[in-house]
Structures are given as structure tokens and as C-alpha cells.
């Protein structure tokens, strides 16, 4: 048998078809039963993530086992064989162990050096246990692994290489800000519980945040992890169930994001609205001067803006109220400016049309078009008086996604004043970030493990062919002490007892020599043969050996069950 690993990551598929392909617990379970099921498997184990989802087996033939594993990933992701396989990467016997010491190390992640990846080592290792797939090899091996990701973090600088992924994507919301002199003040709305948004909520606490709310489907989680947080002092956090998340999204500053939903917890349309609400109250503060001076401006040049009421008229008129954005014709009087501004840009229409023609309930197909005509728009052409795009102007709502599939519509991106940071654009940030010197340190330790761990298992792999030798042996001892008993009944018990050490002795001294020797030959590259040697020349029963290796593999299940 051989370990054979059959997986896709962000470095060999799109986002989009790593979101597609993505599994949920329960398809994990029901994966990893049908790779039992299957012939060419013994055990078994998956690794998903929200960037990799890999499928680990111990086989009998390779190419047998290629195709299985490979059909029922697809299967099990709804995303077709034919569509998947371009995107699939194939990692056997020693270039598996080194995928996945390379992974453990943070080598292999999207953002290179972070740490959390042993943590869901760990739960693929724990995954495989409780649904009784992980035998032998795959406990050595992700035992092994996480040893091998510690032993990287502590004796290289390997974490100066990267950090973690909610750090990294912290950092893409400052946009080259310090992340600290950004969170402050800041009222956070972290969607979920589970390790990844509970992680971005300690590390949005130690940045000092000034409130941090956590909404989750399961209230008692959220109250659990608010209340670790506020204990710290350093924070104050609350916890309010998922129906609230509306209601808090019209007084947030920035949102993280990471649950096991299947569908989207926060669509185009919630964040509009949020937006809107976020608006309205704040236009409520403001002298209704500057809105009338608005609706003269526009009488003046012909109405060239939207319909009132209208997506575009609510947030054009939010920023001017809000006082974050001047309009040009207002502070000037620019007649011939905002007319131009109207002709430039598309040829709005006689009646002020938006060009787009967005519904005032737009969909989220909408809201992408009406983006694609922003951005198409030339920027030397935008007056402070219309809507720019986050990038271009203060952002009001920062969201942060890491998710897998994604829990945040993706066209809220076109959304004036909103800043999106997903796990594809995480991907095209890392693209290009600086290697640190260590890791070809990381790479030299990962290399030394795989060593020790191909000698570790061809030496396991003699080992129940020398105990059904030894256990030969014994039987072998036993029946010539019996017989001699019968042939000597007159033997007192002190005399018997020397004879038994006597053979005894003599046995094992003859079988020492060799069954080490065989142990550290079969520890090299090549060696697995000698095992079979053994067994030609003792002629030992190969059911007495199968009978070592299971009994072994149980011994090893309960003693990794502990470990974990």
C-alpha cells in the first residue's frame, strides 16, 4: 500500500472553482466513506480549507487509485470530472509526505509562513478518526506533519515570511495603513464563530477596536467567545444572533466575515440597504439647505441627474449630506460643469435617466452593471460631486470575506464606498509577496523529516514480519520443551527452568543479529524487499503477519486518538 494524494488549491484552480468545489462537513463524512468503500483505499483522510481541498489515501495501484479518488471528488464537490480534472494536482509516496510537510509549514499557503494551517491539520487528522479512515499510515503521517510545522515556526523566522490570513487581509482593508492606527475606534462586525472568526476576533481585539459584535447562528458560541473577549479588558464585545445582522450592519465600520453557510450571508441588496439607513439618519442632522441648493443646481442644467428615489440619487444625495463629498456645482455654481459631466458620460438621456436604469430595489446583476459603467467612466472626468468608487473616495463600510464558498456578494465591490477583500483577492495580493530568507531553512527541514519519516515507516512496514519470526520462534521453543518434559519426567522444576532459559536464550541470541540488521537495511531506500525475504526463507504464514499489522493498527489508532 501507498499514500497517494489527489487534491486542488489556490495555486492550481481559480477561486471560482475552489468555491464551487467546496465541501461541507457532511459531504466531507460521506467522502471519506465511499473512499473506504472503494477498492483501491484502506484509509483515509480529507484536508479542506478555504483555499485547498485535498483527499488523502493509502492504496494498492496507483493509476487505480488516481481515477477513484479523483471521481469521487467530483462527486462529492458537484463539480464535474471532465471540468475538475484540469485543476487537479496527483502527489505519491514521498512527493505526498513532502506536499504535506510543505503545507504544514505555511509553504504551500496563500500567504506563506502563517500558522493556522495546523490547526486544520489537525481537525483533518481528528475528521479521519472519528469516521474510522485513518489507519496507521495516515495518523504516523499527519502526526508527523504537525510536528514537522511546529519544529518550521520555532526554529526558523519562517512567521516573518507571512502572517496569518486574517492578518493579511486586515491589511488589505488599511490599504498600506498601519493595521493598529486603522482598527482603532473602529466598530467591527465579526459574522460567525468557528476558529477563523474567532481568530479575526481576538486579533481585531488586541488591535483595539472599540467594539466588536459577533453574530452567529448559534447565539450561546458568540456569547461564549464576546464574553472571553471583553474579559480581557481590552475590548467591549457583544454577541446578538444572525436576525441581527442587519440591524447591525447600518452602525458598523467593517465586517469579517467566515461561516459554513452554503449560500451568502450578506448580499448586494443588505449592504444597499444598510448604506441607505446609514444615510438617512445621518441626513436627519443636516440643514435641508444643501439639498435644495442641489435640486436648484439641477433645474439650472437640465436635470441631467437621477430619477428621485432612485439608487443613484439616494447615495449621490447620502455623501453630499454626510458632508463626505462636495458637490462641484453646488460649492461653484459650475452650470456648464455638471452639464458637460452629463454629455461625457454616456449621454444620460433628456429626462436624467441613469444610463444603467436601476430599479429602485436594484438586484445584485444590476448593481454590477451599474459598476462596469463607473469604472468604464474616465476618472478625469468625475466631479466631487459624484459617487466614486471606495477607491476613489472615504470608505464607509469595510468588508472583509474569508469564506469558502464566499459569504459576502461579490458585487457589493462596486459599491461606492464599500472596500471588499476576499479570499481571490487575498490570492492576487500574496501573488507577489517577498519571499523571507528562512524559508530555505523551512525547505531543508521539511527535506531532512521526509527522510526520517520514509526510513521510520519502511522500518514499521518489517516490523510485523519480524515479530511473526519471533513468535515462530517461540512456538517453535515451546513444542521442544514440551517434548523434551515427556522424554524427561524425572527433571526437577529447577533444572526444567534452566534448560527453558538455556533454548531460549539460544534462540533469541541467534535472532538478534539479524532481525536489527534487517531493520536498519530496510530503513534505507530499497529495503522494503527484505521483508519478503524473510518470509521465503522462515517460510512464515503471511495471515500470521497480516494478523501483526492490524493488531498493530489498532494499537496505534487508540494511542493517536489520545494525541489529538
Not at 56 to 85: I, M, N, R, W
Not at 118 to 128: P, T
Not at 234 to 252: F, K, W, Y
Not at 513 to 524: D, H, N, S
Request: aromatic fraction near 2%; charge should be negative.
Amino acid at each position: 500500500m501507498s499514500l497517494l494524494v489527489v487534491g486542488l488549491s489556490h495555486r492550481s484552480a481559480p477561486v471560482s472553482v475552489l468555491e464551487r468545489a467546496s465541501l461541507s462537513a457532511d459531504a466531507q463524512a460521506k467522502l471519506l466513506q465511499d473512499t473506504l468503500a472503494a477498492e483501491p483505499a484502506s484509509e483515509a483522510t480529507v484536508l479542506a480549507t478555504c483555499n485547498r481541498i485535498e483527499l488523502y489515501a493509502d492504496v494498492e495501484k496507483f493509476h487505480a487509485g488516481v481515477a477513484e479518488l479523483s471521481t469521487l471528488l467530483a462527486q462529492h464537490s458537484g463539480v464535474g470530472l471532465e471540468e475538475l480534472t484540469p485543476y487537479l494536482y496527483v502527489h505519491y509516496e514521498d512527493r505526498a509526505v513532502h506536499h504535506l510537510f510543505s503545507v504544514a509549514c505555511g509553504l504551500d499557503s496563500m500567504v506563506v509562513g502563517e500558522g493556522q494551517i495546523l490547526g486544520q491539520i489537525k481537525d483533518a487528522l481528528a475528521r479521519g478518526q472519528e469516521q474510522h479512515t485513518a489507519g496507521r499510515l495516515i495518523n504516523d503521517l499527519f502526526q508527523q506533519s504537525l510536528r514537522v510545522g511546529k519544529r518550521a515556526h520555532s526554529e526558523t523566522g519562517i512567521d516573518r515570511a507571512g502572517q496569518s490570513l486574517v492578518t493579511f487581509g486586515l491589511e488589505q482593508l488599511a490599504e498600506g495603513a498601519d493595521v493598529a492606527e486603522w482598527a482603532a475606534a473602529k466598530r467591527v462586525l465579526v459574522i460567525g464563530a468557528g476558529s477563523m472568526s474567532s481568530l479575526a476576533a481576538t486579533t481585531l481585539a488586541r488591535l483595539g477596536v472599540r467594539e466588536l459584535v459577533i453574530a452567529n447562528r448559534t447565539l450561546d458560541r458568540a456569547a461564549r467567545l464576546a464574553s472571553v473577549l471583553s474579559g480581557t479588558g481590552a475590548v467591549s464585545a457583544r454577541a446578538v444572533p444572525m436576525s441581527e445582522v442587519a440591524a447591525e450592519l447600518t452602525r458598523a465600520d467593517a465586517v469579517v466575515s467566515c461561516t459554513g453557510a452554503t449560500g451568502l450571508v450578506l448580499t448586494a441588496e443588505a449592504v444597499v440597504a444598510a448604506l441607505a439607513e446609514r444615510g438617512a439618519v445621518a441626513a436627519e442632522r443636516v440643514v435641508p439647505v444643501v439639498s435644495g441648493a442641489v435640486a436648484a443646481d439641477a433645474s439650472a442644467s437640465g436635470d441631467l441627474r437621477a430619477p428621485d428615489g432612485s439608487l443613484v440619487a439616494r447615495l449621490a444625495a447620502t455623501a453630499a449630506r454626510d458632508g463626505r463629498v462636495q458637490d462641484r456645482a453646488v460649492a461653484t455654481g459650475d452650470d456648464d460643469l455638471v452639464g458637460s459631466e452629463g454629455e461625457r458620460s454616456g449621454g444620460a438621456g433628456d429626462d436624467g435617466d441613469c444610463p444603467v436604469g436601476l430599479a429602485h430595489q436594484p438586484s445584485a446583476a444590476d448593481l454590477a452593471q451599474h459598476g462596469a459603467w463607473v469604472d468604464n467612466a474616465s476618472r478625469t472626468l468625475r466631479t466631487p460631486g459624484s459617487v466614486a468608487p471606495a477607491g476613489d473616495g472615504p470608505v464607509r463600510l469595510a468588508l472583509l470575506d474569508l469564506a469558502m464558498p464566499r459569504d459576502i456578494d461579490h458585487a457589493v465591490h462596486r459599491l461606492p464606498g464599500v472596500r471588499l477583500v476576499d479570499i481571490e483577492s487575498l490570492a492576487e495580493a500574496s501573488a507577489d509577496a517577498p519571499m523571507a530568507a528562512d524559508v530555505d531553512q523551512v525547505r531543508r527541514i521539511v527535506a531532512d523529516e521526509i527522510a526520517a519519516f520514509g526510513a521510520a515507516q519502511r522500518a514499521a512496514h518489517i516490523t510485523p514480519t519480524v515479530v511473526a519470526l519471533r513468535t515462530m520462534a517461540a512456538d517453535v521453543v515451546a513444542g521442544e520443551l514440551a517434548r523434551l518434559d515427556g522424554r524427561l519426567p524425572a527433571l526437577d522444576e529447577k533444572q526444567r527452568a534452566e534448560i527453558n532459559q538455556t533454548v531460549r536464550r539460544v534462540v533469541d541470541k541467534l535472532l538478534h543479529a539479524p532481525t536489527v540488521r534487517v531493520k536498519q537495511l530496510a530503513g534505507e531506500p530499497g529495503g522494503a524487499g527484505y521483508a519478503d525475504a524473510l518470509r521465503t526463507l522462515f517460510d512464515l504464514d503471511p495471515e500470521t503477519v497480516a494478523s501483526v499489522s492490524r493488531a498493530d493498527m489498532s494499537d496505534a489508532d487508540v494511542k493517536n486518538r489520545g494525541r489529538v
